[in-house]
């Protein structure tokens, strides 16, 4: 079956860097463009970076824009996100999903990791 698993979160000060990543098995992953998402404690989740399934054509959520980057390696059914100059409203659960070329929904999520950022 397909997973998602993602990893690299952790608990930094503001400032910090990390990397995520998300490791996929048991889909064909060049047919699949990759997002994360983020969802904080009592919000609804919400969109942080999407990429293409060549590893093309990068979008970014103004709050994140020059701050984080996502890349994918093909070879190894993995999408990163590297998220520099964290702040405390990056703090929240971050999901990686995919979704099929062409369609709007994603057909699969990933548990999520938690980012902590503290002041």
Request: some cysteine.
């Amino acid at each position: 079956q397909v997973q998602l698993v993602e990893s690299g979160g952790g608990l930094v000060q503001a400032g910090a860097s990390l990397r995520l990543s998300c490791a996929a098995s048991g889909l064909t992953f060049t047919r699949y463009v990759m997002g994360w998402f983020r969802q904080a404690p009592g919000k609804e989740r919400e969109f942080v970076s999407v990429i293409s399934s060549n590893g093309g054509s990068p979008y970014y959520a103004e709050s994140v824009k020059g701050r984080f980057t996502i890349s994918r390696d093909n070879a190894k059914n993995t999408v990163y996100l590297q998220m520099n100059s964290l702040k405390p409203e990056d703090t929240a659960v971050y999901y990686c999903a995919a979704k099929v070329i062409g369609v709007t929904r994603y057909n699969y999520w990933g548990q999520g990791t938690q980012v902590t950022v503290s002041s």
